[in-house]
Each structure stands twice: as C-alpha cells, then as structure tokens.
C-alpha cells in the first residue's frame, strides 16, 4: 500500500496551485445524492474522449458522486488515465482547447494533474498508466459502492469533518486520510484473500 498523501500547508499547497489560492468563505457543503451526478460524468467523459481520443487509457467517475446514496461535495471527480501524465504535451493542450484548466502540478505525488471543467464544476485527475494511485481510487470506490457499513463509517467522518473550520477543501481531504486508508486498507485485504 502507497503511503497516504501527507496534510499540506498552506506554501505547500501554493506551490503545487496554478493561479491563486481559493479560501473557503464557509463551511464544506455537502449535499444529498443528485441523480444527474451520473449524467454530467457521462457528458465529461464523452468530451474527454473527444479532445483526447485513443490517449485515454482509462477513463472513471471516482470520488463520492460516483457512489450511489453517498452525500458529497457537489463537484463530479474524474479519474484520466494518460501513457504518462508528467508529459503535459501529449495530451494537456488538447483539454485547454477544450476548456479544461489546470489547477494542480504534482510531480512529487505520482506525478498527478488536476484540471477544472469548463462548465461542470468537476476535479479531472490525471494519473499514468501503472500508477498505484489508479487501483487504490476505483478499490476505494467500489468498496463504498459494495459495503453499506463502509458508506456509512465514511460518511460519518465526512460529515464530522466537514462541520469543522477550514482554510482551504485540500484540508478537509487531508483530514479524511485516516478514515480513507483505512477503507482501503480493508478492500486491499478481502482482493488479496480472494485471489488466493
């Protein structure tokens, strides 16, 4: 298993941030589950593969709007999967034709991307082909998707976490770590024990 992603500081966080930093002026908002989730991946993936084509080698709904009856954040995150997402040439202008943004350069952390929609308020993910990173998102997905005490241990914690004050949404993920890890952890062990 990775080691989870360190909480990051506020230098940390501008130094991985393309433009500016965005403060929370409130609370996290997380809202009731939304049937048209499912539909704006769907609109998203269909124009990723538009701008990108055969470079898409895998393509998700991840995060907690892919997961039925899961409370969330009402921000759709995608999971892209490119042959290698350190070279931002290969597929990066394509999707900034497209309207997509880059926000996030993480070449320390898997080498991961993240890019905004240009409409849907969305997190696209870019990782590359053989990342740890892709299995461990869509093993934690299919858990919460699969155990309903799992759901519900996570949306406990979320809703705990997301009643707190934050400076900046990367603290309140960094503080569900443990609870993630742990899920994880478990979906990891029942894979293994099965594949014996």
């Known amino acids: 298993m990775t080691a989870e992603r360190p909480s990051a500081t506020e230098s940390e966080l501008a130094a991985i941030t393309l433009g500016p930093l965005q403060r929370l002026t409130g609370k996290i908002e997380l809202v009731e589950p939304d049937p048209a989730w499912p539909r704006l991946f769907a609109h998203e993936a269909e124009r990723i593969r538009g701008l990108l084509g055969d470079d898409v080698r895998l393509l ?26 350190a070279i931002e040439l290969a597929y990066a202008p394509r999707l ?39 299995g461990r998102m869509l093993g934690f ?20 976490l997301a009643a707190r ?12 770590s443990a609870v993630v890890e742990e899920i994880i952890a478990r979906a990891q062990a029942e894979a293994e024990a099965v594949s014996r």
């Open 60 to 85: 998700e709904h991840v995060g907690s709007t892919s997961v039925p009856g899961l409370p969330a954040k009402p921000i759709i995150d995608i999971l892209l999967v490119v042959d290698d997402s």
């Open 96 to 134: 900034r034709a497209g309207g997509y943004v880059l926000r996030i350069r993480e070449p320390d952390w898997h080498q991961h991307r993240v890019f905004k929609g240009p409409d849907t308020n969305l997190n696209l993910h870019v990782f590359s082909v053989g990342s740890v990173e892709i």
């Open 141 to 160: 997905r299919d858990r919460l998707r699969t155990h309903p005490d799992e759901r519900e241990t996570y949306l406990v914690a979320k809703r705990d």
């Open 165 to 176: 004050d934050w400076e900046f949404v990367q603290q309140y993920a960094d503080a569900k």
